[in-house]
T-cell receptor, first 113, second 109 residues
Framework: NAGVTQTPKFRILKIGQSMTLQCTQD?????MYWYRQDPGMGLKLIYY???????DKGEVPNGYNVSRSTTEDFPLRLELAAPSQTSVYFC????????????FGSGTRLTVV | DQQVKQNSPSLSVQEGRISILNCDYT??????FLWYKKYPAEGPTFLIS?????DKNEDGRFTVFLNKSAKHLSLHIVPSQPGDSAVYFC????????FGAGTRLTVKP
C-alpha cells in the first residue's frame, strides 16, 4: 500500500548542479503532477501528465523538465540548479481529473546553495 | 496571481469547539473545490470536496460550505479534536488545481 513514493526526502545542491527527483505511484493513476511549495505560499504546479508519453507545463515550469515513459513513474529534472529552486517538492497522482482529490507523496526538501 | 486565498495564516481553538477555516477565490470558472490536510513532513491528504453546483457537503465532523456569489468557501470542523491540528489547504480546480497558502490550525486540549 505504498501510494506515491518520492525520493530523495532531502537534498542539498550547489548552484549549477543538476538532479532528478523521483516519483512513482502504484495505484495505476493516469494523472500525475509536480508541485513546489515555498514558505508561506500555496502549492504551485510545475508540470503535469495525463498519461504515459504526455506531459504539459503548469504554472511555474521554467528550470524544470519531466518525462513520463510509464504509467508509474514521473521524474522531475532540475538543470542548472539556482537558489530560487530551493523549495519543497511534492509529487501527486489522481485517477482522472482533479475532482476526486490527489494522492500526494511525502515531499522532497531541496536546498540550493 | 493568487486565485485562491486563505487570509488567516493560523487559527487556535479549544478542543470540543468549532473550527472555521475560510477561503476566497477569484476565478469564476472554478467548478470544484477541495480541502486538504497536511501534517509536518508529510504530503497533503485529501479531506473533503464540493462541486460548484452545491452549497454544502458534509462528511462526519467536517462540513464544507460554498457561497458562489461571494466566491467564498469555508470548512467547519465540529467538534474539534487535538488530532485535527495541522495545516489546511483550500484548493480549486478548473483545468488544473490551484492551492491557497494554508491555515495552521491548533486545537488545544
Amino acid at each position: 500500500n505504498a501510494g506515491v513514493t518520492q525520493t530523495p526526502k532531502f537534498r542539498i545542491l550547489k548552484i549549477g548542479q543538476s538532479m532528478t527527483l523521483q516519483c512513482t505511484q502504484d495505484m495505476n493513476h493516469n494523472y500525475m503532477y509536480w508541485y513546489r511549495q515555498d514558505p508561506g505560499m500555496g502549492l504551485k504546479l510545475i508540470y503535469y501528465s495525463v498519461g504515459a508519453g504526455i506531459t504539459d507545463k503548469g504554472e511555474v515550469p521554467n528550470g524544470y523538465n519531466v518525462s513520463r515513459s510509464t504509467t508509474e513513474d514521473f521524474p522531475l529534472r532540475l538543470e542548472l540548479a539556482a537558489p530560487s529552486q530551493t523549495s519543497v517538492y511534492f509529487c501527486a497522482s489522481s485517477y482522472s481529473d482533479s475532482n476526486y482529490g490527489y494522492t500526494f507523496g511525502s515531499g522532497t526538501r531541496l536546498t540550493v546553495v | 496571481d493568487q486565485q485562491v486565498k486563505q487570509n488567516s495564516p493560523s487559527l487556535s481553538v479549544q478542543e470540543g469547539r468549532i473550527s472555521i477555516l475560510n477561503c476566497d477565490y477569484t476565478n469564476s470558472m472554478f467548478d470544484y473545490f477541495l480541502w486538504y490536510k497536511k501534517y509536518p513532513a508529510e504530503g497533503p491528504t485529501f479531506l473533503i470536496s464540493i462541486s460548484s453546483i452545491k452549497d454544502k457537503n458534509e462528511d462526519g465532523r467536517f462540513t464544507v460550505f460554498l457561497n458562489k456569489s461571494a466566491k467564498h468557501l469555508s470548512l467547519h470542523i465540529v467538534p474539534s479534536q487535538p488530532g485535527d491540528s495541522a495545516v489546511y489547504f483550500c484548493a480549486a480546480s478548473y483545468n488544473d488545481m490551484r492551492f491557497g497558502a494554508g491555515t495552521r490550525l491548533t486545537v488545544k486540549p
